[in-house]
């Protein structure tokens, strides 16, 4: 087991600079990479707000103002040159605050926002909101897909289609196999799963549920997903994230060998991520995994999959 190990970790240091960059750990200097690493998983928000936030809640270490310059202040494993935001607000005009905060600020590539479908205004909001090319999507929860199933209604999500947008989905370890169920019915619909189903991260084996669930999402063409929230899958019921790629292997191999080199995205959930480990943790978890796959796979995880899954377009002075 240990030489296996370590035949593994010299492929990796290997291919990690073949992929432009190196495994070991970086300063500042060092960080610069030669191509993108865009996180398609963050959050931003400003409680100092006249109206407030209505998430996080007051009284959390997520109370506070957390903007674009703050995940760029982070020490990283390798810097981040782009972000996909997900708004977590419920709140429609908080997609509108997102969209200008963005603007002026070229390291936001895309939006994910926040529509309920089967509301009245979800049509118009949704033009409204998809004229400005950084709206690539809204999220929903597996709860709210399972109910468009049951209905069998599915005129909203169909809007998404006609706008050229994405839908990701959040929600347990059932949600990848509600996703497929979805994808079945409108291949059309780009659709992202996030955090590989939030499923519990331990030293057993992969639920086998959860492990169907992940390969029959993945049969469909038209859906990607997320490696995101490995080290929060880790932390439940107040365990401490381990910092180790081992760790995490049997999992991430499931989605990876189901996915393959083409449909996998780099995510971090950040801020919430934080509560399990630190920025330069989670993101050399995930790189290194990628890196043994080798260059041409990690440029796609760390940025060309996402452009083909949310179709964000370059921005001028990024990078």
């Not at 291919?15 to 070991?24: D, I, M, P, R, V």
Request: charged share 25%; glycine share 8%; net charge neutral.
């Amino acid at each position: 087991m240990n030489r296996r190990i370590s035949r593994r970790s010299v492929l990796a240091a290997g291919l990690c600079g073949t992929a432009g960059f190196s495994c070991s750990r970086l300063t500042a200097d060092e960080s610069k990479n030669d191509f993108d690493i865009i996180d398609c998983h963050t959050h931003f928000y400003d409680p100092a707000r006249a109206e407030g936030v209505p998430w996080p809640g007051k009284g959390t270490s997520l109370y506070r103002t957390v903007l674009p310059e703050h995940l760029r202040a982070l020490k990283q494993f390798r810097r981040v040159t782009g972000t996909v935001i997900v708004e977590a607000s419920p709140w429609v005009e908080d997609n509108a605050w997102l969209l200008d905060l963005a603007k002026d600020d070229p390291f936001v590539v895309g939006i994910i926002g926040n529509l309920t479908p089967g509301s009245t205004e979800f049509g118009k909001n949704l033009k409204r909101f998809a004229a400005n090319e950084l709206f690539r999507g809204i999220r929903l929860s597996s709860k709210s897909v399972a109910e468009c199933l049951d209905r069998n209604d599915f005129a909203d999500l169909n809007l998404l289609v006609d706008h050229d947008l994405t839908l990701d989905v959040n929600g347990g370890p059932e949600m990848p196999a509600i996703v497929a169920r979805l994808a079945v019915l409108l291949p059309e619909l780009r659709i992202v799963v996030n955090h590989i189903g939030n499923v519990r991260i331990t030293r057993d084996a992969p639920p086998k549920d959860w492990q169907l669930g992940i390969q029959s999402a993945a049969k469909q063409p038209s859906v990607f997903c997320k490696v995101s929230a490995l080290v929060e899958g880790a932390s439940r019921d107040g365990q401490q994230a381990p910092g180790e790629l081992d760790f995490y292997r049997p999992y991430v191999d499931v989605v990876w060998n189901a996915f393959g080199d083409d449909r996998v995205v780099y995510g971090s959930n950040w801020p919430v991520s934080e509560k399990a480990a630190d920025y330069e943790t989670l993101q050399r978890i995930a790189l290194q995994y990628a890196s043994e796959k080798g260059s041409e796979a990690t440029s796609k995880f760390c940025s060309l999959n996402s452009k083909r899954a949310y179709k964000w377009a370059d921005r001028p002075g990024r990078k």
